[in-house]
């Protein structure tokens, strides 16, 4: 079976651009997650989609925003970059059970 | 605020046993998860805890105590292949999940 898939791997854009990630779940999982990870910290979480409905999200500005498509992949858009949103973003899915799983990320550089 | 602490290197000898400690202060609480992740990739699910107690799953086990907002996870016969950063993470809430900042675990032989 298919892991989580994300795409691009590797992006670079410049300051005030928009950009738009892409996430496709583990076959039958209806839940995605959305994380930002600097390197050295742990994971900040963005948004959760369960059942293409929003079910949380984190301490980010409006100009993060997200949706999740009837075949419960999702987008992840980061209007007028900053410096700042330079990471590595996750795409996280599950079954609604504790357990995520990860895709291997898109590293984003803000130039 | 909500905030893990970890710590952030702990050293072990190839064979032994180590324990990376977590304690959490978060606006609600579902469960203590620990994940896994090496240099360039991304974090693999190890455990969950929801209730008090032990859980093991093989080499490695994880602890809970809600009462003292503290849990750990333990690692058995260390592999070098073990060498990697650690997180806790908690769900709280408002079903966002809050992460430590991780535990870099360096493995001698």
């Known amino acids: 079976d298919a892991g989580v898939t994300q795409s691009p791997t590797h992006l670079i854009k410049t300051r005030g651009q928009q950009v738009t990630l892409r996430c496709s779940p583990i076959?039958?999982?209806?839940?995605v997650s959305w994380y930002q990870q600097v390197l050295g910290q742990g994971p900040q979480f963005i948004f959760q989609?369960?059942?293409?409905?929003?079910?949380g999200r984190g301490n980010f500005p409006d100009r993060f925003s997200a949706r999740q498509f009837p075949n419960y992949s999702s987008e992840l858009n980061v209007n007028a970059l900053l410096l700042g949103d330079s990471a590595l973003y996750l795409c996280?899915?599950?079954?609604?059970?504790?357990?995520?799983?990860f895709g291997p990320g898109t590293r984003l550089t803000v130039t | 605020g909500q905030s893990l602490e970890q710590p952030s290197e702990v050293t072990a000898v190839e064979g032994a046993i180590v324990q990376i400690n977590c304690t959490y202060q978060t606006s609600g609480f579902y469960g203590l998860s620990w994940y896994q992740q090496h240099d360039g990739g991304a974090p693999t699910f190890l455990s969950y805890?929801?209730l008090d107690g032990l859980e093991e799953t093989g080499r490695f086990s994880s602890f809970l105590s809600r009462s003292d907002s503290y849990g750990y996870l333990l690692l058995q016969e260390l592999q070098m292949k073990d060498s990697a950063s650690y997180f806790c993470a908690v769900r709280d809430s408002n079903y966002q999940l809050i992460w430590g900042a991780g535990t870099k675990l360096i493995i001698k032989p």
């Open positions: 805890n929801a």
């Open positions: 996280a899915s599950s079954s609604d059970t504790y357990e995520q799983y």
């Open positions: 076959s039958g999982h209806k839940s």
């Open positions: 989609y369960y059942e293409k409905e929003e079910r």
